[in-house]
Nanobody
Framework: QVQLVESGGGLVQAGGSLRLSCAAS????????MGWFRQAPGKEREFVAA????????YYADSAKGRFTISRDNAKNTLYLQMNSLKPEDTAVYYC?????????????????WGQGTQVTVAS
């Protein structure tokens, strides 16, 4: 059982940056591929970025490529999402998740552990 707690969200102007963190406890963090997802009001939860268990492999949604960077520190049991050049359409609740099965890193159903989410609001 892995517990995940996100932090770092907030209100930022368009063009600004935020760094989200996800602290893991209760399990072997280093064995789980991890992902970030987001859900805007009235929309389905969508994939943002994923990282392999070792941190060597990273994957991004087209909307995140070139602006967001996912990383992890297995010694600190922490996942990160650095978000630059933020846009109003990035406004959403951001969730971190640990992938429990399957190989498709963008498939929500492969993720078995989720955090409670952190709100990111980008003002125009």
């Amino acid at each position: 059982q892995v517990q995940l707690v996100e932090s770092g969200g907030g209100l930022v102007q368009a063009g600004g940056s935020l760094r989200l963190s996800c602290a893991a406890s209760g399990g072997t963090f280093s064995t789980y591929p991890m992902g970030w997802f987001r859900q805007a009001p009235g929309k389905e939860r969508e994939f943002v970025a994923a990282v392999s268990s070792s941190g060597d492999g990273t994957y991004y949604a087209d909307s995140a490529k070139g602006r967001f960077t996912i990383s992890r520190d297995n010694a600190k049991n922490t996942l990160y999402l650095q978000m630059n050049s933020l846009k109003p359409e990035d406004t959403a609740v951001y969730y971190c998740a640990a992938r429990r099965r399957g190989l498709a890193y963008s498939n929500l159903s492969n993720y078995g552990y989720w955090g409670q989410g952190t709100q990111v609001t980008v003002a125009s």
